[in-house]
């Protein structure tokens, strides 16, 4: 296996232009990342190119056109090709309007396999529209029962909005997924070839594992989501964004790595 390395960029909540999220221009954040990852990534600069970058849902605010045209235009200015997902901000069919040629699967949720030279990367969609919650519905897992059925020892990486685990920030863990043991049960069979969970949703730099699977996310580039620990019932805290950032990812055979680039805050 190649040395490879991949972007982690998460939870953009970008607005329709001339409008905030909390009273943040996430917009101006956003510009933020992709401003960094434009200088530094690529042929002659400080890092190396990535194969590709992916986002792990909440494009967008609330899932406007506006807001969905305007993320066109800014990955534009990213150096690789990159593979969007949707989280509980978005509108299924909104980002289908503007990214028509997103891959759908056969039931047309935005799910896809990505082959990378670090393993086959299933991208998941846990949107559960109109709710905050997250979803892996029958038909989703099915889906990802055949990509792992048809995908032989193939090591997989998996990108998904919502994480399987609850963290006990409380707020959070009420709009997790609500499919956790019937996603485990779909993966057990393939336990030992599934290196990594890749999430977002939770606005914070998160490290673990589930089932023994590591798992990471990252602060994302919109706002943070307060450490609170507390028992429930507890009302889910947003601050602004200390730092806006995304993830280096560093694949070798034997070792993963997930370096987080932090900005100073726009
Ligand atoms: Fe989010």
Redesign the pocket.
Known sequence: MPLTYLLHL????LPPPGETVYGTDTALRLDAVLADIAARHGPGKDMPAPEFAVIT??LTRDGEPAAYARLRAALERLPCPTHLML???DIRENFRAAFPEAPVDPNGFVQQAVMSSAGLCLLLDTLNQGHSDGRLCEQRLGWLAAQLAGSGDTPVLLFM?HPPMAVGIAGMDEIGLKDADALWSVLAPHRARIRHIFH????RPIAGSWHGIPVFSLR?S??D?ALDLAPPPRKLSVEASKTPCYAVLRFTEDSIVAHTRALLPT
């Open positions: 998460t939870d953009l909540h849902g909440d989280g509980n901000h909005h977002g949703h939770l606005h994302g919109a706002f989501v």
